[in-house]
């Protein structure tokens, strides 16, 4: 059974820092794209940075560049997500996702395992 799970998000001030974190448990395909996307209250969940396993790229959403970093530990089989220079925007359940294709999508339905989200809140 593959499990995600996301965890790192809290209450931050407009400027500040967060570092999401998700651990990827029972995720055995040797190709796969990990991703982090974003739904705020009354929006479509979006993509936000996207990993794929044997090229090691990343990707990241427009809104997001030069602010957030993903990065990968695949010895401890898991994500991160470094957000700097918040912004109240950025305000949203994020969630991290599995998707057994290496390469990598924005779009949610791409992606087949999902974790369960964690909340990220900028205040102004």
């Known amino acids: 059974e593959v499990q995600l799970q996301a965890s790192g998000g809290g209450l931050v001030q407009a400027g500040g820092s967060l570092r999401l974190s998700c651990a990827v448990i029972?995720?055995?395909?040797?190709?796969?794209?990990l991703g982090w996307f974003r739904q705020a209250p009354g929006k479509e969940r979006e993509g936000v940075s996207c990993i794929t396993s044997h090229h090691g790229t990343t990707s990241v959403a427009v809104s997001v560049n030069g602010r957030f970093t993903m990065s990968s530990d695949n010895a401890k089989n898991m994500v991160f997500l470094q957000m700097n220079s918040l912004k109240p925007e950025d305000t949203a359940v994020y969630f991290c996702a599995a998707n057994p294709k290496d390469y990598c999508s924005g779009y949610a339905y791409e992606f087949p395992y999902w974790g369960q989200g964690t909340l990220v809140t900028v205040s102004s």
């Open positions: 029972g995720f055995t395909s040797d190709e796969y794209s």
